[in-house]
């Protein structure tokens, strides 16, 4: 045998046994891959870092200080609740201790700010099924964004829908974030310490000092944004109305529970002009909900996006959408009220 020859089958010796250890680690990189993050999923799994119920171990009630995207997911199956607040902004400054005290029904907001229908949804969904007795009360905000012809009911932010699905599959998928793994520390410091600060259990999130920080109360130049005339360009006016429709599907699971569907104030500058082609699609949705609230037994409109008083007072908002306290309890008061009528 020549002495090329050997170096050759050498050469084919080294590269055979170097792509062996390459495919060697491959393999063993695979498998590392694959247990870490089948470990990192049955630790999110078990620990449940939002409270969802889903683990099989029995933890510390509640979560920790959080956005209300995700902390609805513990206050939404609190047994305590029998009342509760859907929507976003619009119905944020509705109190459930103030309900509570003139209905004798304990609520809960299940409010995210900045949603539409689609998420408002997917909230009383998870209520009503994380219900041990039928729920006494179900408030709705219906803004214009529930008002969409459009089928899919688009959001414009981020919801962590994946967090209240029905498939568990898509549940144990969505712990597979990276905020859910930045959440660890902070969920197994809220278990073991027992020290750990408790979110609010009833959702309650008053923004009146936040506005009034940003100078909404004062700022000439914010003050002044109150008179601009609203949009221009019409509307929904003559459906579908497909958030309608999904609501009184959805209230199908609790045929008796008494249903408030509340349109909330806006500041005068942005009710629309009377024969204009918004005032017609605002006549559409709300025949919409009202043809709901006919049909439907146990349900009242509560309409407070009409002209009336309250509405032409500047010092009653701190934009043209957000009212301040003294017109949420005059809301509550109306909520009351209704309530106790459909008793």
Not at 145 to 154: F, N, Q, S, V
Request: proline letters at 9%.
């Amino acid at each position: 045998m020549s002495s090329s020859t050997s170096s050759s089958d050498a050469a084919v010796g080294a590269s055979a046994a170097s792509e062996a250890r390459w495919a060697g680690f491959a393999r063993a990189f695979a498998v590392t891959a694959l247990l870490a993050l089948l470990g990192t999923l049955t630790l999110a799994w078990l620990i449940d870092p939002y409270d969802t119920g889903n683990t099989p171990l029995s933890l510390r009630e509640g979560v920790r200080p959080q956005g209300p995207r995700t902390a609805a997911a513990s206050r939404g199956r609190d047994p305590a609740f029998l009342g509760a607040i859907f929507g976003n902004s619009h119905v944020q400054l509705l109190s459930p201790e103030r309900l509570q005290a003139q209905t004798g029904i304990p609520f809960v907001s299940l409010i995210a700010p900045a949603s539409g229908p689609k998420e408002g949804l997917v909230l009383i969904d998870w209520y009503l099924r994380h219900r041990r007795e039928p729920a006494r009360a179900v408030i709705v905000g219906i803004d214009d964004l529930w008002c969409t012809a459009d089928p899919a009911m688009p959001n414009a932010k981020p919801f962590p829908f994946w967090l209240y699905s029905r498939d568990r599959a898509e549940y144990l998928v969505g712990l597979l974030r990276f905020d859910v793994l930045e959440e660890f520390q902070r969920r197994i410091v809220y278990l073991l310490t027992g020290r750990g600060e408790r979110a609010r259990p009833d959702g309650y999130w008053d923004y009146e000092p936040n506005y009034i920080g940003m100078g909404y109360d004062r700022d000439p130049a914010k003050r002044a944004e109150l008179e601009l005339p609203g949009p221009s360009g019409g509307g929904n006016a003559s459906g579908p109305f497909p958030a309608v429709q999904a609501l009184e599907a959805l209230m199908q699971a609790a045929p008796s529970t008494p249903l408030i569907l509340l349109r909330p104030p806006v500041y005068r500058s942005l009710l629309p002009v009377p024969g204009s082609a918004e005032a017609a699609a605002e006549a559409g949705c709300r025949g919409a909900f009202a043809s709901l609230a006919a049909r439907r037994p146990n349900t009242t409109l509560i309409d407070w996006r009409r002209d009336r008083p309250e509405l032409h007072d500047p010092n009653q908002f701190f934009d043209r959408s957000h009212y301040r306290q003294p017109i949420a309890r005059l809301i509550e008061a109306d909520i009351a009220a209704a309530l106790k009528a459909m008793r």
